[in-house]
């Protein structure tokens, strides 16, 4: 018999939720005035290449880390009570991997930064800062496995702290080595800073095992090799098609008239999309391990409707803060410096896009705890073919706004097919909330922002009030029914 669920579910799930939330936010407080110093001490073109080596990182990081870090928070979670001898055997051998996987990885960015720069990025001076940057490379991989292990344990407040310590540390050893040494501080720093967040992730994963009586089963992890290719590489293949279809819309941009400059108000546009994504990113990682426990212990329906409550309200709540934002756009690109502002379209199309991801992770996090991290991996495979043909039609003639908008078609184009393959998930709170109010919340919410942004840049029509009015009375009553079937929902 499956061991029954404790009834602090919704305690856990706040609890875990404020501290990710409140620490990140702190964190990420620190991150946007370093950003801001970046783009005043290292001008358009320094920033810009900052950007470029710290995406060059995260893509990298996709193939290295083999997307251990979600393994272990999905096995760990679901099996350390029911079987905690093949969940050793599971962490063993994820850990292997990611170990092997990080040293070569870092080797051969080391080795082909020079082509990667000439080639990919037609910047051949980036050359030397990426070579830099293995050794964040290696350090981002083997943080993603030990945080894994952390959520796995519902460790949120330790997980959430040593990131805020990392982000302190970014910011305070950047300010001092960007003074000194420009780009090529700010990327140490970011070595600096990564080492460290890996050494603390690592000691107090070690001491969790420990504390909960569990070894790393290396003798036979091998036993658990198929867990690779049924879950962790469905989730790497998910996020390598979204990451590296971004990548490739990065360098198109960088190889672009006026490349750099082009990157610099795209990156500073773009990092605002940290804020719309932060909250539902804490949100999540606190979600997943809970809905994987749900699941352990055979309750379908009810990790279905937790996971519909929070799609509902983190759909409509995001929606309204990209309005606010986009308002104060200029302000806001103003804070990098002069050479910042564009058009407001850039700015709405960046949190349009935000806003639809940040619904499409929180769907492909449900279906990854649900088993089937394969059909996942569908939704993004799509998103990235529309978001390269949009890329490659776009970019030519728009440039930066260009960009922007094929990110945020293929988010729709990604959100639909995710709307339909979710429907077995909760089936019975799904029915309650239909199709069309689930088109309205998930799909229909975020691209409201891009009215505001159209009338800002001058147009000015009455169809255009007409459809705002239209769209606004539309949202309120998806978004009333939908709070009615969640009450509905809580009397059952």
Same mark, same amino acid.
């Given at each position: ?6 009834? *602090? ?33 290292? $001008? ?24 251990? $870090? ?16 093949? !969940? ?10 990611? !170990? ?9 960015? !080391? ?33 993603? *496995? ?35 040494? $420009? ?55 998910? *996020? ?46 606190? !979600? ?205």
């Amino acid at each position: 018999m499956p061991e029954p669920v404790p009834k *602090t579910l919704r305690r856990r799930l706040l609890s875990g939720t404020s501290w990710q939330v409140g620490l990140a936010l702190l964190g990420r407080l620190f991150t946007f005035l370093l950003n801001v110093l970046q783009g005043r001490y290292l $001008g358009v073109a320094g920033y810009g290449q900052l950007s470029l080596v710290q995406n060059t990182l995260q893509f990298l990081t996709l193939f290295a880390g083999a997307a251990t $870090g979600s393994t272990c928070t999905k096995y760990l979670s679901e099996l350390r009570v029911s079987h905690p001898a093949r !969940a050793q055997r599971i962490l063993a051998f994820s850990i292997g991997v990611v !170990a092997v996987g990080s040293l070569a990885a870092g080797g051969l960015l !080391a080795l082909f930064a020079g082509p990667i720069a000439v080639h990919f990025l037609h910047q051949p001076s980036m050359a030397p800062l990426l070579r830099l940057s293995s050794i964040a490379l290696i350090a981002i991989c083997i943080s993603g *496995t030990w945080g894994g292990v952390l959520f796995g344990f519902q460790l949120f407040r330790t997980e959430a702290i040593i990131r805020f310590v990392q982000a302190f540390a970014w910011f305070a050893i950047c300010v001092a080595l960007m003074r000194l040494a $420009g780009v090529w501080g700010a990327v140490l720093a970011y070595d600096i800073a990564s080492v460290l967040s890996m050494a603390l992730l690592f000691w107090f994963g070690f001491r969790a095992l420990i504390k909960h009586h569990l070894r790393l089963d290396f003798r036979n992890a091998l036993q658990e090799r198929g867990v690779f290719k049924e879950y962790s590489l469905a989730v790497m293949m998910t *996020t390598a098609v979204t990451l590296g279809s971004q990548y490739a819309v990065f360098a198109l941009l960088s190889r672009s008239p006026d490349g750099a400059i082009a990157s610099g108000r795209f990156f500073a546009a773009f990092q605002y999309r940290l804020v719309i994504q932060y909250v539902p990113m804490m949100v999540q990682v606190t !979600a997943g391990p809970l809905v994987a426990e749900l699941l352990g212990a055979s309750q379908r329906e009810r990790a279905g409707r937790l996971y519909y409550t929070i799609l509902g309200g983190i759909s409509l709540s995001l929606a309204g803060l990209s309005l606010v934002m986009v308002a104060f756009s200029g302000w806001l690109l103003g804070l990098f410096g002069k050479g910042f502002h564009g058009s407001p379209l850039l700015f709405a199309s960046v949190m349009a896009y935000a806003v639809t991801v940040a619904g499409n992770n929180l769907a492909s996090m449900a279906l990854q705890m649900h088993g089937r991290p394969w059909i996942a991996f569908r939704a993004d495979a799509v998103a990235a073919v529309v978001i390269l043909i949009m890329a490659f039609t776009l970019i030519g003639p728009y440039q930066d706004v260009g960009a922007a908008i094929a990110l945020q078609i293929g988010a729709i184009a990604q959100s639909v097919v995710y709307m339909v393959s979710t429907r077995d998930v909760g089936p019975i709170a799904r029915q309650k909330i239909g199709n069309f109010r689930y088109f309205v919340v998930v799909l229909l919410a975020p691209q409201v922002c891009m009215l505001l942004a159209i009338a800002r840049d001058g147009v000015r029509s009455p169809l255009l009030w007409l459809g705002t009015l239209a769209v606004i009375a539309l949202l309120l009553w998806a978004a009333l029914g939908w709070y009615r079937q969640f009450v509905a929902k809580a009397a059952d």
